[in-house]
């Protein structure tokens, strides 16, 4: 991501609790465009597939910036809709841009059909419980929702058809994402426990069946937010704890694989129980912290898979190196917390 013609294929940009929303030029931390986000936090961000809006989620609002104008203003607005919705909490976009996913903690995750000039969404499913994260699988055809009782919902789009499992007891799913190649699911908790899930379906017309594959004690508190890399390779979990962790997926599951045997009784208890984990601690391969720093409330891999990028409470965002652990580059000029991260480069 560090060469000159890449740079301007390059976005990020970054928002919080000051209001307002970043955007930076990534190799050289220079903040070129500041944006108002009037009346709330940004609780999440996330580029269309175009590269030619940003989405940020806030409350009771998504708004829509043009990314590649210095249009101070949003350019569409996307209300919650019937007075519900408190927190939009997660956003983000089919592949090829047809539509937008939100979810929130009026405990309802929608579908917004972008090609429509109705800004109402089009599709609902709601939950029991506040919506903490959405992600889409691959497949671009279900949608996994995790909420603060630990459950796990997968809504097929196809057939509108869902499954739902417990991760856990007592917990609330903060993050949950899927690897490119749609293989595996992790989640993380407020207990700061990342939980490792196979996905496989007997054929493409029916719904992902998540295995249980490995209960990692990722952080000693509270986790916010799991990423895989684009090789799907890594797997990053950050924390309250003032850390982001990075996992090689290889290892892990190497892990699990020590113990076929209890692996095999985890998968034969039913998924609705919340039981039945092989629990195991690793070591990372890489943690990334710096002195000083808080809260890790947002990451993002490069496309290269060789850098992450992270935003903290203590209002800076920071890029590092994956291989050594070191920061490359650190991004400030916002005056509170940092709970968002936008960013794409490459193809």
């Not at 903060?174 to 690897?179: E, G, P, R, T």
């Not at 004690?217 to 986790?223: D, E, F, N, T, V």
Request: net charge negative; charged share 20%.
């Amino acid at each position: 991501m560090g060469t000159d013609s890449a740079t301007e294929q390059v976005i990020l940009a970054t928002g919080g609790y000051d209001h307002t929303i970043r955007f930076w030029q990534a190799h050289s931390g220079i903040c070129q465009r500041t944006v108002q986000h009037a009346d709330s936090q940004v609780n999440a961000l996330d580029i269309t597939p175009d590269r030619q809006l940003l989405a940020a989620a806030g409350y009771q609002h998504v708004r829509m910036y043009d990314i590649n104008s210095n249009n101070p203003s949003p350019v569409i607005n996307y209300e919650g809709g019937q007075g519900a919705t408190r927190n939009f909490t997660a956003v983000g976009f089919q592949e090829e841009g047809r539509f937008m996913f939100t979810g929130g903690d009026d405990c309802y995750a929608k579908i917004w059909d972008l090609r429509s000039k109705n800004v109402q969404c089009q599709r609902i499913f709601q939950a029991n419980h506040p919506v903490n994260t959405v992600c889409l699988h691959p497949n671009q055809g279900e949608l996994f929702i995790g909420d603060q009782n630990g459950l796990i919902h997968v809504w097929d789009l196809r057939t509108d058809h869902n499954e739902q499992l417990v991760a856990d007891v007592d917990i609330s799913i903060q993050h949950l994402h899927i690897n490119s190649e749609g293989e595996y699911l992790a989640v993380v908790d407020n207990k700061g426990n990342c939980y490792i899930y196979s996905l496989h379906s007997e054929n493409e017309s029916r719904t992902s069946q998540p295995q249980r594959k490995l209960k990692l004690l990722a952080h000693k508190i509270y986790a916010l937010k799991c990423k895989f890399s684009p090789d799907s390779q890594l797997l990053v979990t950050t924390s309250a704890d003032s850390t982001a962790k990075i996992w090689r997926i290889t290892e892990l599951l190497g892990i699990k694989n020590q113990n076929e045997t209890q692996q095999e009784w985890s998968n034969s208890v039913q998924s609705q129980t919340g039981k039945g984990w092989y629990t195991q601690e690793a070591m990372p391969l890489v943690e990334l912290k710096e002195e000083g720093q808080r809260w890790v409330w947002d990451v993002a891999f490069s496309a290269d898979s060789q850098y992450v990028l992270t935003a903290h409470s203590d209002s800076h965002a920071r890029l590092w190196s994956v291989s050594t652990g070191e920061v490359k580059r650190e991004y400030s000029g916002h005056q509170k917390a940092l709970t968002a991260l936008a960013f794409r480069d490459g193809s």
